[in-house]
Each structure stands twice: as C-alpha cells, then as structure tokens.
Nanobody, 125 residues
C-alpha cells in the first residue's frame, strides 16, 4: 500500500518561501519507471487544484499560476515542492498524491489513487 507523508508547511509572509516534502513508501516492485507524483492544493471554499506533477523520468508540469515560482523535484523516495515569491493566493492545504503503473501523469485529480494527509500553507500580507 502506497503511503505518502507531507511535511514542511507553515506560515509565511507574502514574498517568502517554503519547501514542502513528501515521503513516499509502498510502491510496488517494478513500478519505479511508471509512476507519477503530484502536488495539489485546496483553499477554503474552493475545489482542490493540481499544482505540479513529476513523473518517473523527472518530467514536470505546473499550473500556470505557479510557473516560475514553484519547483518540484524528487530524490530517494521523496518529492519536494519548492515555493518562492509566495502570495496570499497560495494559501491552502497542500496534498501530495501518487499513482503507480502510469507512463503519463493523470490529467484529472481522480487519476491519482494515493493521497497524503495534507499540510497547511498560510501566506499573510
């Protein structure tokens, strides 16, 4: 069973930076070249949205609002989300998600079968 544990959330002023981490475990043997990890966020009263994805080959994608500010990377069963130039619009609960046995990252949220518990990011003005 895949397990994901996020850490690194917190409170920061606008313009600041945070680094989120997601520790992943339980991937099936053989899926090391066919998985996708994703970062999602959900603000109060809003739907959960995809922020960034990274596949087994290191290919990344970002939603337009975070391009040039957020960077996702992976190393030794951990995935990171480096966030700079944070704005109040970035406030929300950030979730790490994963899906194995895929060669392309799922386009839809429902395509990710495993989720972490979430970590809160609060950006104040």
């Amino acid at each position: 069973q895949v397990q994901l544990v996020e850490s690194g959330g917190g409170s920061v002023q606008a313009g600041g930076s945070l680094r989120l981490s997601c520790a992943a475990s339980g991937f099936e043997s053989g899926s090391s070249t066919s998985y996708c990890m994703g970062w999602f966020r959900q603000a109060p009263g809003k739907e959960r949205e995809k922020v960034a994805t990274i596949d087994a080959y290191g290919n990344t994608e970002y939603t337009d609002s975070v391009k040039e500010r957020f960077t996702t990377s992976g190393d030794n069963a951990k995935v990171y989300l480096e966030m700079v130039s944070l704005t109040t619009e970035d406030t929300g609960t950030y979730y790490c998600a994963a899906q194995q046995w895929v060669w392309l990252c799922p386009a839809e949220i429902r395509g990710f079968g495993y989720w972490g518990q979430g970590t809160q990011v609060t950006v104040s003005s």
